[in-house]
């Protein structure tokens, strides 16, 4: 059993590089980026088999792709913290001749990440593609990927629906962050999806619903149980309710947040919520 | 002389591919037969994955797919392979790094009686753009199999570009195909004729033509537009002093500007070149369309008297 406690220390500093990246540049996304503190956490600290002395090829390990790549400071702050690079770095967030670019990178060598993202769309297809060569190469591990919601409503992720179920890709657990907001508003302001279970369920996918995407605990199991519905012909999505902006009160149930930064005195707020378990970078 | 369409030498190079490299696999968007596939998916089904009509997905994958040490080769038509999923190369395959061979067929007015939909002009321009893609353009079968085979040696993004209809075969059987190095098919002490694709055989012939006119043409083929072999292109430009380049693609961003930008900077000479001028194509056959786009061996001479005449 993991120590929850220990977890949710993570995720409190994990909270607090992200509000102080973000805030460091005055630009970044630090709404989508809190709301998954949790879910990056649960994936690096327990539940998947990686190796920080990081290899591009990850033959044997499990492997994560970030298809909405503007939530870069949550991964950022975790690959650090679980000992890809040094925390140290991640005060180059943004800046000139960093290898943390506004959106995650693999040109500038920045070790853990394997795919460009922030053109959206495009990480179902590049996760898919990483299963079938794990497949090929007889490699039992799985593959997991992680989208915004308001990312579906590019095309290329239902061709990547359409192709992971019919072809049996069945080592690949693909989570959306269901936040159900998006730059100009509600998800349902902009371009509503209707019943996403249902759309999700009718591509032929192992569908599970996570409501508590904010509670570390709960997606554990939840990435538990999608793992143990691996590896029977379907791929899996979990449906993964959070809150944009969760763990800094005024920056929750709005979808403001999503790319601008919090001033000093808004900074100042949101450190006082979050303790500083780990040190500072 | 035996006419044989640069596809199939595709097909032949990737057959051989499946034989003997186990890292390569081919994914292929509802085309297999155009692409000429078939042989590879027969051989190694295991290797061989049917995307569907998804190009965008396709390139996604096949980015993926290099995680873990395969070298994958996409096949659909050049328009599909480029500008449908430009963003997805760009992205996914070029600032990625990835290993991925984008192979296209079908490419130019060549592709005949489908129309302009179809015959993409503008490929070598986007693909040449994006830092780290390789791109190639070959003239004949012989050369389009011995260049599926060494892209699988190169570490990095390539740009494969070749034809739908049979075209004479007169380069080696047995030739070692070397990215990024022109190859003198004929010399000539007049001018410099650089040329790629389709329009080599065109430049040949009109070579021929241009001797019962008195002037003696050098024929370059340069099957590899990046990285350009700027040293052979200026060291035959210092004997001829005098260019035409021929292709079948748009002026804009074809081999010609790139020539064109090469001795601006480095040895400024009169330029002709051959392409087609900010237009679309449209049904009709291969070598009507070539006619009348002045793609071929005839517009190869009339561009060789005016640059001689400017010389």
Known sequence: MPNISKLNDVVSQVRRDIVRMVHANSSGHPGGSLGCAEFFTALYFDVMNHNTSFSMDAKGEDLFFLSNGHISPVFYSVLARSGYFDVAELATFRKLNSRLQGHPTTHEGLEGIRMASGSLGQGLSNAIGAALTKKLNKDNSMVYSLHGDGELQEGQVWEAFMYAAAKNVDNLIATIDYNQKQIDGSIDDVLPMGNLSAKLKAFDWIVLEEFQGNDIESVIHTLARAKELSGHGKPVVIIMHTEMGNGVDYMMGTHKWHGSAPNDEELKSALVQNAETLGDY | ?311
């Open chain 2, 1 to 311: 002389m035996e006419k044989k369409d640069t596809r199939s030498g595709f097909g032949a190079g990737l057959t051989e591919l499946g034989r003997t490299n186990p890292n390569v696999v081919a994914l292929c968007a509802d085309l297999t037969g155009s692409l000429k596939m078939n042989d590879f998916q027969d051989e190694n089904p295991e290797r061989f994955f049917q995307i569907g009509i998804a190009e965008a997905n396709m390139i996604g994958i096949a980015a993926g797919m290099t995680i873990g040490g395969k070298i994958p080769f996409t096949g659909t038509f050049a328009n599909f392979s480029t500008s449908r999923v430009y963003d997805q190369i760009r992205q996914s395959i070029a600032y990625s790094g990835k290993n991925v061979k984008i192979c296209a067929s079908h490419a130019g007015v060549t592709l005949g009686e489908d129309g302009a939909t179809h015959q993409v002009l503008e490929d070598i321009g986007m693909m040449k753009m994006l830092p780290h893609m390789a791109v190639i353009n070959t003239c004949d079968y012989n050369q389009t199999k011995a260049a599926t085979i060494a892209i699988a040696d190169h570490e990095g993004p390539v740009y494969l570009r070749f034809g739908r209809p049979a075209v004479p075969n007169f380069t080696p059987s047995d030739q070692n195909f070397e990215i990024g190095k022109a190859l003198h098919l004929k010399e000539g002490t007049d001018l410099t004729i650089f040329a790629t694709g389709h329009l080599v055989w065109e430049s040949l012939e009109a070579a021929k033509t241009l001797v019962e006119a008195g002037i003696s043409a050098e024929v370059i083929n340069i099957h590899t537009i990046k990285p350009l072999d700027n040293k052979a292109i200026l060291e035959a430009v210092k004997q001829t002093k005098c260019v035409v380049t021929a292709e079948e693609h748009m002026l804009n961003g074809g081999l010609g500007d790139s020539i064109a930008q090469l001795l601006g900077r480095e040895l400024p000479t009169a330029i002709e070149m051959v392409g087609v001028n900010d237009t679309f194509g449209e049904s009709g056959t291969p070598m009507q369309l070539l006619e009348k786009y002045g793609l071929d061996a005839k517009a190869i001479v009339a561009a060789a008297k005016k640059a001689i005449a400017r010389k």
